[in-house]
């Protein structure tokens, strides 16, 4: 047997070694084994639950004696309706993020240059919203879309601006009206935590080389903040084109996307076969769309740093 003090016993462990025993030790996985739990039976599990009904038959919520079918998942992708469908959500979510990128940069640039308490109050601004569930929100925007009782129909009809109310409920402007708003936290907080810890001293290298603000603004302070255009960009885009509250009720009976005829089928007219059928495609097409955001934002990053 070796002794303690043996030159074997007090040799250097291997990497792999130290890695076993870093594991034993209670080190590596073990600290994110609770998360990775809670994760497996709160989300994976029932995610795969939703898959599976979808290439079984479901009747009066009992599986039937069928076994695996595909005729569900093939009445799905051969629907013309389900295409038209999904490219209104992605339409949707497209124009939506854009509009939500364009109105989160501002306001994320801004707090870079505040201090004190005009900085702590623009954040207070920002997340107050997130304190508010986006239905409430939602009912909100109702209120104020609403027909000739509506605050924006009343306020132009008592001004004489218009002579009969607009028509802005259940239309897809008042979607992307009440899209735009509910997500745009989720815009601004990656924004704002990039550029306001952003090296300021490319910027004073532009403007002392001669550049232009403008061209400094596009040439350097934009291209530095494009991880966190991308992380906005993917997140705001995967919340919008799965988003069934605000089209549901904003857009109206008549106005319907993926996300909505999911909820329609699975708990109106009780098809839970097809309902996760279309669940599967809205939730592999998300993937699809997202993985391609973060892929071409990943080459721009690249590519802006070339340039630069």
Same mark, same amino acid.
């Given at each position: 047997?070796?002794?303690?003090?043996?030159?074997?016993?007090?040799?250097?462990?291997? !990497?792999?070694?130290?890695?076993? @025993? %870093?594991?034993?030790?209670?080190?590596?996985?073990? !600290?994110?084994?609770?998360?990775? &739990?809670?994760?497996? *039976?709160?989300?994976?599990?029932?995610? @795969?639950? /939703?898959?599976?009904? =979808?290439?079984?038959?479901?009747?009066?919520? $009992?599986?039937?004696?069928?076994?695996? $079918?595909?005729?569900?998942? &093939?009445?799905?992708?051969?629907?013309?309706?389900?295409?038209?469908? $999904?490219?209104?959500?992605?339409?949707? @979510?497209? *124009?939506?993020?854009?509009?939500t990128l364009i109105f989160a940069y501002p306001v994320a640039y801004a707090y870079g240059h505040l201090r004190g308490a005009a900085r702590?109050?623009? /954040?207070?601004?920002?997340?107050?919203?997130?304190?508010?569930?986006?239905?409430? +929100?939602?009912?909100?925007?109702?209120?104020?879309?609403?027909? +000739?009782?509506?605050?924006?129909?009343?306020? /132009?009809?008592?001004?004489?601006?218009?002579?009969? !109310?607009?028509?802005?409920?259940?239309?897809?402007?008042?979607?992307?009206? =009440?899209?735009?708003?509910?997500?745009?936290?989720?815009?601004?907080?990656?924004?704002?935590? *990039?550029?306001s810890e952003r090296d300021r001293s490319f910027e004073q290298a532009s403007l002392n080389l001669g550049a232009s603000q403008t061209v400094t603004f596009f040439r350097v302070t934009v291209p530095m903040s494009m991880p966190a255009i991308v992380a906005g960009f993917?997140?705001?885009? @995967?919340?919008?084109?799965?988003?069934?509250?605000?089209?549901?009720?904003?857009?109206?009976?008549?106005?319907?996307?993926?996300?909505?005829?999911?909820?329609?089928?699975?708990?109106?007219?009780?098809?839970?076969? +097809?309902?996760?059928?279309?669940?599967?495609?809205?939730?592999?097409?998300?993937?699809?769309?997202?993985?391609?955001? &973060?892929?071409?934002?990943?080459?721009?990053? %690249?590519?802006?740093? *070339?340039? %630069?």
């Amino acid at each position: 047997m070796l002794s303690r003090h043996s030159p074997e016993a007090s040799a250097p462990l291997s !990497p792999r070694g130290l890695s076993v @025993a %870093r594991f034993l030790d209670g080190g590596g996985i073990w !600290p994110a084994v609770p998360a990775l &739990v809670y994760l497996l *039976v709160f989300m994976v599990a029932p995610i @795969a639950t /939703l898959l599976t009904f =979808g290439f079984v038959d479901i009747d009066r919520g $009992t599986v039937g004696e069928g076994g695996f $079918t595909l005729s569900h998942m &093939v009445g799905v992708l051969s629907d013309p309706l389900v295409w038209r469908l $999904t490219w209104r959500s992605f339409w949707i @979510a497209v *124009v939506s993020t854009s509009l939500t990128l364009i109105f989160a940069y501002p306001v994320a640039y801004a707090y870079g240059h505040l201090r004190g308490a005009a900085r702590t109050l623009l /954040l207070v601004a920002v997340m107050s919203p997130l304190l508010t569930s986006a239905l409430v +929100r939602t009912y909100a925007w109702i209120v104020i879309l609403g027909g +000739r009782r509506g605050l924006v129909n009343q306020t /132009l009809l008592t001004l004489g601006l218009i002579e009969r !109310p607009l028509d802005i409920l259940n239309t897809s402007t008042a979607v992307l009206i =009440g899209m735009t708003q509910i997500h745009l936290p989720f815009m601004i907080l990656p924004l704002l935590a *990039v550029l306001s810890e952003r090296d300021r001293s490319f910027e004073q290298a532009s403007l002392n080389l001669g550049a232009s603000q403008t061209v400094t603004f596009f040439r350097v302070t934009v291209p530095m903040s494009m991880p966190a255009i991308v992380a906005g960009f993917a997140l705001v885009f @995967a919340v919008s084109y799965t988003n069934f509250i605000v089209p549901q009720l904003l857009g109206g009976g008549n106005y319907s996307t993926i996300a909505v005829q999911v909820y329609e089928q699975t708990i109106v007219v009780l098809d839970w076969s +097809r309902g996760a059928a279309l669940a599967t495609l809205l939730l592999s097409s998300c993937f699809v769309f997202v993985f391609a955001i &973060v892929a071409a934002g990943n080459w721009l990053t %690249r590519w802006s740093e *070339v340039r %630069r």
